[in-house]
C-alpha cells in the first residue's frame, strides 16, 4: 500500500452524493451565510408575490374609484388609495412585476455581455483587448442618464428598450472584472496544461477560464440587478418610465412625489419600501455568493 | 516531558537556548489543534542545531514559539530559556528588548522583510540602532562593516539601494546582516536559503559559518534539506506531526538513523555524488506526511512505518524520547531493536500499484545517436521576450532566454536540463511544445517540424507530447474533478468513446490512485496524488514524449520520492522519452541517462549525467556540483566549495563572448571576445568553454 491509494471511503462506495464538489461546497457555504440566506427567502416571497399578483392581488391595478378618492391605509386598502381610488397595494405587486423583471433582465444581459467581452478581452489579449478595453472606457464615461433619456425618446418607451439601454450603460462592471480574472487565470498552469493537450482557445474559454470566474461574475450581477432596479425609478422619477398603463415602483414613487410633507405622504411609503428592501436582499445576496465562491474560503 | 533532556555536544555547560516541553495550540475549525507538542531542544553557544521536517511537522511555530512571534490566537506552554533569561514568561516589553539583541531570525522570503521604501543602509543602521550604538557615524561604519561581512562587494555604494534593487541573494544577506546586527546569542535561520540558487545558498551558508566562527552564535537551522543540514549542522533534531522524533550528533544520525522516519527520509534522497546504484528505486515514504494536530493515535508515524507493530503498541501508545546510546534521543517504540542493529527501520523499496517490482524493471537501452533518428532534435532555438521598463512600459529590447540551444532526444531516453532560476530552462521546455513562440531555429518532432505546422498538425503533434508542470496546485483546473481532466485530453483529440471511462481508470492506477479517485477534487488531494493526476492526464493520448518541468520541486521529500520511482517505471514499462527540466541536480542524476547544463539561455554542456556530474569541465558545472549539498556529513565537510563571487549577470545584457567570464575563475581575454562553442574538447563530451578542464575541487 503506497502513499498514492487513496484510502477507501467510509461505509461503502462513495456515491455521488459524497462528492464535496465545488460547487456542492459553495451551496453548503451559502446556506452558512445567515443574511443572505434571509435575504434569498424574503426575495422569493417576494418576487412569488409579484408574480402572482394577478391573482392575489386584492383589486384591479388599474380600476378607479374616484368616488373614494384618496384614502390613508385601512382594512379595506392596505396601504391606501391614490387620489384616482387606485388600489396601492394592487398596484404595488402589478408593478413589481416589471421592476423585477427589468432588474431582472438587464441583470442577465449586461452580465452575460460583459463576461463575454470580458472573457474575450483578457484571453485575446494585445489589439482584441485594447479594442475591447476602449470602448468599455468610452462606455463608462458616457452621462448614462443623458444618454438614456435620448435613447428612450428616440425608441420609445417600451419595457424593451429601456432593459436594453440599461444593460448597455452596465455591462461595462462586469467585462472589466472578469477580463482581470481571466489575465490572472490564463496564466495558470491548467489553461498551459489544457493548451498543451491541444485544447482549442473557445474550449479553453468555456471549459477552464469561465468556471473559475463564476464566484465574481455572480457577484457583479446582484450588483447590477440592485443597479438596474434603481436607475429605473430614477429614470421614472424624470418623466422617462414605462408608459401607462403599466406602472413600476419607480413610477408609483414619482407619482407621489407631490405628496411629500401632505397628508397623502403615506403613498411614498410602498413603492420606497419595496425598492429598499429588493436592493437590500440582492445586496445580501451579493455577499453570501462572494463568500460561497470565493475558491480560497475554507473547504468545509 | 518528563525524561531527561537531550544529552549530546550541547548538553555540557550552558546552553544559549533551551526549550523544554514546548506545546503550540492554535484553534482550528473544530476546536484547538496541537501544532507543536512536547518539544525540547538545546543549543549551545557556538552550535548549530539542525531542525528538520517537511511541511506541516511544526518547524516554524517552534521557531515563532522561541521569538515570541506567535499569532495571537495561539497558545503556548513549555519551558524557553535564553542564557538563563525566561523567555516564556518574559512581558511583551522584555522580549522587545531582547528581539534584535539577543535573539534575532531570518525568515526564507527576504523581499519581505525588507521595507521597500528605505534604503537597505538604513535599514541595517535601524537594526545596530536598536543594540544602542547612537553616534549616526558609528552607525554608518558598522553598516558597512557588517555589509562587508556578509560578503556584498563595495558596501558603501549598495548601501543606498533599495531591496528591489537587489538581487535574491543579496537581499537575503542583507537580512542576515540586519539579524547579526547586534551579535545575538542566538540566530534562528527559518529555511533562510531555501528559495535560493545552489550557487547564492552556498554563499549564505558560508557567511553563517563565518560568522559564528567569529562570535560563537548558536544557530537554530530549521530546513527541510538534509543536504544543507548535513553541511550546516553538528547536531540535527528531526519533527514529525509537532513531535521530535529523533535527536543526535549529524555524523550518526545520518550513518544510522535510528528512527524509521529519519530512515526513510533519507533512503528517499537521490544523491548526485552517484552513491545510490544507477537507476535504484528510492525508498518512497507511503502515505503522506501527517499534518501536526491531525496524527493519529499512538506514534504519529506508524499508518506510514514500515516496522510498526500494530496494533500494539505503535497504534496505541504515544513513545516517549529515550536514549538510545550515542548521544541520541529517539521517540520510538523500537528504538532499541534499531540500535541494536537487529531491525533494519529503512522503508521497503518494494513496488507500488501500477508497476511491477522492484527493482526497476529493465529497460530496453536507449538507442544512441547511430540509430534511428533522434524523437525530438531542436536546432539553434532562439525565444525572446520583450523586456518593458520605465512608467510608460516602454519596449526596450528582448530578453534571449533562450540563445540558441541544439539539443536532441532518443525514444526512450531521458534527458535531464538543469540550471539555476533564469537560466531560460523552462522557457526551452515551452518552447519544444510551442506553448511559448520560439523566435529562431528548428523543433523536430519524430520528423515532424514543430514550428512550421499549422492548427490541424499541431494538435497532431501534441499528443506525441505532453507536459507536467511544477506545481499541480496550479496545473488542475480546481472547479473538475479528476476523472473530467484525466479524460479531457482524450475528449480535445475526439478519441473520447465508449472504451474512455475505462481507459481514465487504467490511467488512474498506472500513477498508483485507485478508482475512487475518479470523481474527487483537486482540492480533496494531496500534493503528490495532484502530481500524479496531472502525470495521468498528460499520459492520456498516449505520447511518445513527456516534457516534465521540475515535476517534483513542490513535494515534500518522502513524497518526491514515490514520484520519481513513478516515472522511472512508466519510462520502463512505456518506453517513454522524458525531457527533464530541474534546479536539482540530484534528481536529474537518479532519473536521466544525459544531461544539458544551462547557463543564460546556451548549454555549457552536456553529456551522459555519470560523466558531466563526476568529471565536469565547464567551470559553471564544477560551481554548480560543488554547491549541491550532500547528505553525508563527513562528505559533505571534506568537500571544498567554489564559491562565485558577485550575482549572476543579468539576461537583459549578458556578458559578450562567453556568458560566464564575468564569474569565472579562468577568464582570459578570449572569452571576452570569442563565443566558445559547444564541443567536444578532449573531455569525453561537449563543453562550451576556451578553458576546459578538471576543476579546483578534484
Same mark, same amino acid.
Given at each position: 500500500?503506497?502513499g498514492?491509494?487513496?484510502?477507501?471511503?467510509?461505509?461503502?462506495?462513495?456515491?455521488?452524493?459524497?462528492?464535496? +464538489?465545488?460547487?456542492?461546497?459553495?451551496?453548503? &457555504? /451559502?446556506?452558512?451565510?445567515r443574511p443572505?440566506?434571509?435575504?434569498?427567502?424574503?426575495?422569493?416571497?417576494?418576487?412569488?408575490?409579484?408574480?402572482?399578483?394577478?391573482?392575489?392581488?386584492?383589486?384591479?391595478?388599474?380600476r378607479?374609484?374616484?368616488?373614494?378618492?384618496?384614502?390613508?391605509?385601512n382594512?379595506?386598502?392596505?396601504?391606501?388609495?391614490?387620489?384616482?381610488? &387606485?388600489d396601492?397595494?394592487?398596484?404595488?405587486?402589478?408593478a413589481?412585476?416589471?421592476?423585477?423583471?427589468i432588474?431582472?433582465?438587464?441583470?442577465?444581459?449586461s452580465?452575460?455581455?460583459?463576461?463575454a467581452?470580458?472573457?474575450?478581452?483578457?484571453?485575446?489579449?494585445?489589439?482584441?483587448?485594447?479594442?475591447?478595453? &476602449?470602448?468599455t472606457?468610452?462606455?463608462?464615461?458616457?452621462?448614462?442618464?443623458?444618454?438614456?433619456?435620448?435613447?428612450?425618446k428616440? /425608441?420609445?418607451? +417600451?419595457q424593451?428598450?429601456?432593459?436594453v439601454?440599461?444593460?448597455?450603460?452596465?455591462?461595462?462592471?462586469?467585462?472589466?472584472?472578469?477580463?482581470?480574472e481571466?489575465l490572472?487565470?490564463?496564466?495558470?498552469?491548467?489553461?498551459?496544461?489544457? &493548451?498543451?493537450?491541444?485544447? +482549442?482557445?473557445?474550449?479553453? *474559454?468555456?471549459?477552464?477560464?469561465?468556471?473559475?470566474v463564476?464566484?465574481?461574475?455572480?457577484?457583479?450581477?446582484?450588483?447590477?440587478?440592485?443597479?438596474?432596479?434603481?436607475?429605473? +425609478?430614477?429614470?421614472? /422619477?424624470?418623466?422617462?418610465?414605462?408608459?401607462?398603463?403599466?406602472?413600476s415602483?419607480? *413610477?408609483?414613487?414619482?407619482?407621489?412625489?407631490?405628496?411629500?410633507?401632505?397628508?397623502?405622504?403615506?403613498?411614498?411609503?410602498?413603492?420606497?419600501?419595496?425598492?429598499?428592501?429588493?436592493?437590500?436582499?440582492?445586496? /445580501?445576496?451579493?455577499?453570501?455568493?462572494?463568500?460561497?465562491?470565493?475558491?480560497?474560503?475554507?473547504?468545509? | 516531558?518528563?525524561?531527561?533532556?537531550p544529552?549530546?555536544?550541547?548538553?555540557?555547560?550552558?546552553p544559549?537556548?533551551?526549550?523544554?516541553?514546548?506545546?503550540?495550540?492554535?484553534?482550528?475549525? !473544530?476546536?484547538?489543534?496541537?501544532?507543536? %507538542?512536547?518539544?525540547?531542544?538545546?543549543?549551545?553557544?557556538?552550535?548549530?542545531?539542525?531542525?528538520?521536517g517537511?511541511?506541516?511537522?511544526?518547524?516554524?511555530?517552534?521557531?515563532?514559539?522561541?521569538? @515570541?512571534?506567535?499569532?495571537?490566537?495561539?497558545?503556548?506552554?513549555?519551558?524557553? %530559556?535564553?542564557?538563563?533569561?525566561?523567555?516564556?514568561t518574559?512581558?511583551?516589553r522584555?522580549?522587545?528588548?531582547?528581539?534584535?539583541?539577543?535573539?534575532?531570525?531570518?525568515?526564507?522570503?527576504?523581499?519581505?522583510?525588507?521595507?521597500?521604501?528605505?534604503?537597505?543602509?538604513?535599514?541595517?543602521?535601524?537594526?545596530?540602532?536598536?543594540?544602542?550604538?547612537?553616534?549616526?557615524?558609528?552607525?554608518?561604519?558598522?553598516?558597512?562593516?557588517?555589509?562587508?561581512?556578509v560578503?556584498?562587494?563595495?558596501p558603501?555604494?549598495?548601501?543606498?539601494?533599495?531591496?528591489?534593487?537587489?538581487? @535574491?541573494?543579496?537581499?537575503?544577506?542583507?537580512?542576515?546582516?540586519?539579524?547579526?546586527?547586534?551579535?545575538?546569542?542566538?540566530?534562528?535561520?527559518?529555511?533562510?536559503?531555501?528559495?535560493?540558487? #545552489?550557487?547564492?545558498?552556498?554563499?549564505?551558508?558560508?557567511?553563517?559559518?563565518?560568522?559564528?566562527?567569529?562570535t560563537?552564535?548558536?544557530?537554530?537551522?530549521?530546513?527541510?534539506?538534509?543536504?544543507?543540514?548535513?553541511?550546516?549542522?553538528?547536531?540535527?533534531?528531526?519533527?514529525?506531526?509537532?513531535?521530535?522524533?529523533?535527536?543526535?550528533?549529524?555524523?550518526?544520525?545520518?550513518?544510522?538513523p535510528?528512527?524509521?522516519?529519519?530512515?526513510g527520509?533519507?533512503?528517499?534522497?537521490?544523491r548526485l555524488?552517484?552513491?545510490?546504484?544507477?537507476?535504484?528505486?528510492?525508498?518512497?515514504?507511503?502515505?503522506q506526511?501527517?499534518?501536526?494536530?491531525?496524527?493519529?493515535?499512538?506514534?504519529?508515524?506508524?499508518?506510514?512505518?514500515?516496522?510498526?507493530?500494530?496494533?500494539?503498541?505503535?497504534?496505541?501508545?504515544?513513545?516517549?524520547?529515550?536514549?538510545?546510546?550515542?548521544?541520541?534521543?529517539?521517540?520510538?517504540?523500537?528504538?532499541?531493536?534499531?540500535?541494536?542493529g537487529?531491525l533494519?527501520?529503512?522503508?521497503?523499496?518494494g513496488?507500488?500499484?501500477?508497476?511491477?517490482?522492484?527493482?526497476?524493471?529493465?529497460r530496453?537501452?536507449?538507442?544512441?545517436?547511430?540509430?534511428?533518428?533522434?524523437?525530438?532534435?531542436?536546432e539553434?532555438?532562439?525565444?525572446?521576450?520583450?523586456?518593458?521598463? @520605465?512608467?510608460?512600459?516602454?519596449?526596450?529590447?528582448?530578453? %534571449?532566454?533562450?540563445?540558441?540551444?541544439d539539443?536532441?532526444l532518443?525514444?526512450?531516453?531521458?534527458?535531464?536540463?538543469?540550471?539555476?532560476?533564469?537560466?531560460?530552462?523552462?522557457?526551452?521546455?515551452?518552447?519544444?511544445?510551442?506553448? #511559448?513562440?520560439?523566435?529562431?531555429?528548428?523543433?523536430?518532432?519524430?520528423?515532424?517540424?514543430?514550428?512550421?505546422?499549422?492548427?490541424?498538425?499541431l494538435?497532431?503533434?501534441?499528443?506525441?507530447?505532453q507536459?507536467?508542470?511544477?506545481?499541480?496546485?496550479?496545473?488542475?483546473?480546481?472547479?473538475?474533478?479528476?476523472?473530467t481532466?484525466?479524460?479531457?485530453?482524450?475528449?480535445?483529440?475526439g478519441?473520447?468513446?465508449?472504451?474512455?471511462?475505462?481507459?481514465?481508470?487504467?490511467?488512474?492506477?498506472?500513477v498508483?490512485?485507485?478508482?475512487?479517485?475518479?470523481?474527487?477534487?483537486?482540492?480533496?488531494?494531496s500534493?503528490?496524488?495532484?502530481?500524479?493526476?496531472?502525470?495521468?492526464?498528460?499520459?492520456?493520448?498516449?505520447?511518445?514524449?513527456?516534457?516534465?518541468?521540475?515535476?517534483?520541486?513542490?513535494?515534500?521529500?518522502?513524497?518526491?520520492?514515490g514520484?520519481?520511482?513513478?516515472?522511472?517505471?512508466?519510462?520502463?514499462?512505456?518506453?517513454?522519452?522524458?525531457?527533464?527540466?530541474?534546479?536539482?541536480?540530484?534528481?536529474?542524476?537518479?532519473?536521466?541517462?544525459?544531461?544539458?547544463?544551462?547557463?543564460?539561455?546556451?548549454?555549457?554542456?552536456?553529456?551522459?549525467?555519470? %560523466?558531466?556530474f563526476?568529471?565536469?569541465?565547464?567551470?559553471?558545472?564544477?560551481?554548480?556540483?560543488?554547491?549541491?549539498?550532500?547528505p553525508?556529513?563527513? !562528505?559533505?565537510?571534506?568537500?571544498?566549495?567554489i564559491?562565485?563571487?558577485?550575482?549572476?549577470?543579468?539576461?537583459?545584457d549578458?556578458?559578450?563572448?562567453?556568458?560566464f567570464?564575468?564569474?569565472?575563475?579562468?577568464?582570459?581575454?578570449?572569452?571576452?571576445?570569442?563565443?566558445?562553442?559547444?564541443?567536444?574538447?578532449g573531455?569525453?563530451?561537449?563543453?562550451?568553454?576556451?578553458?576546459? @578542464?578538471?576543476?579546483p575541487?578534484?
Open positions: 500500500m503506497t498514492a491509494v487513496l484510502p477507501a471511503s467510509p461505509a461503502g462506495a462513495p456515491g455521488p452524493e459524497a462528492v464535496a +464538489s465545488p460547487w456542492r461546497l459553495a451551496a453548503r &457555504r /451559502f446556506a452558512r451565510h443572505a440566506v434571509v435575504a434569498a427567502v424574503v426575495l422569493v416571497l417576494l418576487a412569488l408575490a409579484c408574480v402572482a399578483a394577478p391573482w392575489i392581488a386584492p383589486h384591479p391595478p388599474n378607479q374609484d374616484l368616488l373614494l378618492g384618496p384614502v390613508p391605509p382594512r379595506q386598502h392596505w396601504l391606501g388609495t391614490d387620489e384616482l381610488g &387606485r396601492q397595494l394592487s398596484r404595488l405587486l402589478h413589481g412585476r416589471i421592476s423585477l423583471q432588474g431582472l433582465a438587464v441583470g442577465v444581459l452580465t452575460a455581455f460583459g463576461t467581452v470580458g472573457a474575450v478581452a483578457g484571453y485575446a489579449g494585445r489589439v482584441a483587448d485594447q479594442v475591447l478595453m &476602449r470602448i472606457d468610452l462606455f463608462l464615461v458616457l452621462p448614462a442618464i443623458a444618454v438614456l433619456a435620448i435613447a428612450l428616440r /425608441f420609445g418607451r +417600451s424593451l428598450v429601456i432593459v439601454v440599461l444593460a448597455a450603460l452596465f455591462w461595462m462592471y462586469v467585462a472589466r472584472v472578469v477580463r482581470a481571466v490572472a487565470l490564463r496564466e495558470k498552469e491548467f489553461v498551459e496544461a489544457a &493548451r498543451a493537450a491541444g485544447a +482549442s482557445g473557445v474550449r479553453i *474559454v468555456v471549459r477552464h477560464l469561465l468556471p473559475n463564476v464566484g465574481v461574475v455572480a457577484v457583479n450581477a446582484t450588483l447590477a440587478v440592485a443597479l438596474a432596479i434603481i436607475t429605473e +425609478s430614477t429614470l421614472s /422619477f424624470l418623466g422617462f418610465g414605462v408608459q401607462p398603463p403599466a406602472t415602483w419607480g *413610477v408609483m414613487l414619482a407619482d407621489a412625489e407631490g405628496y411629500v410633507g401632505t397628508g397623502q405622504a403615506y403613498l411614498l411609503y410602498g413603492p420606497g419600501a419595496a425598492i429598499l428592501l429588493t436592493v437590500l436582499c440582492v445586496n /445580501f445576496i451579493g455577499d453570501g455568493l462572494r463568500a460561497a465562491l470565493d475558491p480560497r474560503a475554507g473547504l468545509r | 516531558m518528563s525524561g531527561p533532556g544529552v549530546g555536544p550541547g548538553a555540557g555547560g550552558a544559549a537556548l533551551r526549550i523544554e516541553s514546548l506545546g503550540v495550540t492554535v484553534p482550528g475549525p !473544530v476546536g484547538p489543534v496541537r501544532v507543536v %507538542e512536547d518539544v525540547s531542544l538545546r543549543v549551545a553557544p557556538g552550535e548549530t542545531l539542525g531542525l528538520v517537511e511541511s506541516g511537522s511544526g518547524k516554524t511555530m517552534t521557531a515563532l514559539a522561541v521569538m @515570541g512571534l506567535l499569532p495571537r490566537e495561539a497558545r503556548r506552554v513549555g519551558t524557553i %530559556e535564553l542564557g538563563g533569561t525566561r523567555l516564556d518574559a512581558t511583551e522584555d522580549l522587545e528588548r531582547i528581539r534584535g539583541r539577543r535573539l534575532a531570525i531570518v525568515f526564507q522570503g527576504s523581499l519581505g522583510v525588507l521595507n521597500p521604501v528605505m534604503r537597505v543602509g538604513d535599514q541595517v543602521a535601524e537594526a545596530i540602532r536598536v543594540g544602542g550604538v547612537t553616534s549616526a557615524a558609528a552607525r554608518a561604519a558598522r553598516v558597512r562593516d557588517l555589509l562587508d561581512l560578503g556584498i562587494p563595495d558603501a555604494r549598495w548601501a543606498h539601494r533599495y531591496p528591489h534593487e537587489l538581487s @535574491g541573494g543579496m537581499r537575503q544577506r542583507v537580512a542576515i546582516a540586519m539579524a547579526i546586527a547586534n551579535e545575538p546569542d542566538v540566530l534562528i535561520a527559518d529555511e533562510a536559503t531555501t528559495a535560493l540558487d #545552489v550557487t547564492v545558498q552556498a554563499q549564505v551558508l558560508d557567511v553563517l559559518r563565518r560568522i559564528q566562527a567569529r560563537a552564535t548558536a544557530i537554530l537551522f530549521i530546513s527541510h534539506d538534509l543536504g544543507v543540514v548535513a553541511g550546516a549542522a553538528q547536531r540535527v533534531a528531526v519533527m514529525y506531526a509537532g513531535r521530535i522524533v529523533e535527536d543526535g550528533p549529524v555524523d550518526e544520525l545520518f550513518a544510522a535510528h528512527h524509521p522516519y529519519t530512515a527520509l533519507l533512503a528517499a534522497l537521490p555524488d552517484g552513491q545510490r546504484p544507477v537507476r535504484a528505486r528510492l525508498g518512497a515514504i507511503p502515505g506526511p501527517a499534518r501536526a494536530g491531525q496524527a493519529p493515535a499512538g506514534c504519529p508515524f506508524h499508518p506510514r512505518c514500515a516496522v510498526a507493530k500494530i496494533p500494539d503498541p505503535c497504534a496505541t501508545r504515544r513513545p516517549e524520547p529515550a536514549m538510545a546510546g550515542d548521544g541520541r534521543l529517539v521517540a520510538c517504540h523500537r528504538a532499541v531493536e534499531i540500535a541494536a537487529t533494519d527501520p529503512g522503508p521497503e523499496t513496488g507500488e500499484p501500477g508497476s511491477m517490482a522492484a527493482p526497476l524493471p529493465a530496453s537501452a536507449p538507442r544512441g545517436p547511430d540509430g534511428e533518428a533522434p524523437l525530438l532534435t531542436v539553434g532555438l532562439v525565444t525572446t521576450f520583450p523586456v518593458r521598463t @520605465g512608467r510608460r512600459r516602454r519596449p526596450a529590447g528582448r530578453i %534571449e532566454a533562450v540563445a540558441g540551444v539539443l536532441h532518443h525514444r526512450g531516453e531521458a534527458l535531464g536540463v538543469v540550471g539555476e532560476s533564469g537560466c531560460g530552462k523552462s522557457t526551452l521546455a515551452r518552447s519544444v511544445l510551442r506553448l #511559448v513562440e520560439p523566435d529562431r531555429g528548428r523543433v523536430l518532432l519524430g520528423g515532424r517540424d514543430v514550428r512550421a505546422a499549422g492548427r490541424v498538425e494538435r497532431r503533434l501534441r499528443q506525441r507530447a507536459i507536467v508542470f511544477q506545481d499541480p496546485d496550479a496545473s488542475l483546473n480546481p472547479r473538475m474533478s479528476v476523472g481532466i484525466v479524460a479531457e485530453p482524450l475528449r480535445i483529440h478519441r473520447w468513446d465508449r472504451d474512455g471511462p475505462a481507459r481514465v481508470r487504467d490511467l488512474l492506477q498506472r498508483g490512485l485507485d478508482a475512487s479517485a475518479l470523481h474527487r477534487y483537486p482540492h480533496e488531494l500534493g503528490g496524488q495532484r502530481q500524479r493526476v496531472a502525470i495521468a492526464r498528460a499520459l492520456a493520448v498516449g505520447p511518445d514524449l513527456l516534457v516534465l518541468d521540475e515535476p517534483v520541486t513542490a513535494l515534500d521529500t518522502s513524497v518526491q520520492a514520484v520519481l520511482n513513478l516515472l522511472a517505471d512508466l519510462q520502463a514499462t512505456l518506453g517513454l522519452a522524458y525531457l527533464l527540466i530541474a534546479h536539482d541536480l540530484a534528481v536529474v542524476r537518479h532519473t536521466c541517462d544525459r544531461v544539458a547544463v544551462m547557463f543564460l539561455g546556451r548549454i555549457v554542456e552536456t553529456g551522459p549525467v555519470g %560523466e558531466v563526476d568529471r565536469p569541465a565547464h567551470p559553471y558545472t564544477q560551481a554548480l556540483r560543488s554547491a549541491v549539498p550532500i553525508d556529513p563527513p !562528505v559533505e565537510r571534506a568537500r571544498r566549495r564559491i562565485l563571487h558577485g550575482d549572476p549577470p543579468s539576461p537583459l549578458p556578458p559578450s563572448g562567453c556568458r567570464r564575468t564569474r569565472c575563475w579562468r577568464a582570459d581575454d578570449r572569452c571576452a571576445t570569442e563565443v566558445p562553442a559547444l564541443a567536444d574538447r573531455g569525453g563530451h561537449p563543453v562550451a568553454c576556451h578553458h576546459p @578542464g578538471p576543476g575541487e578534484g
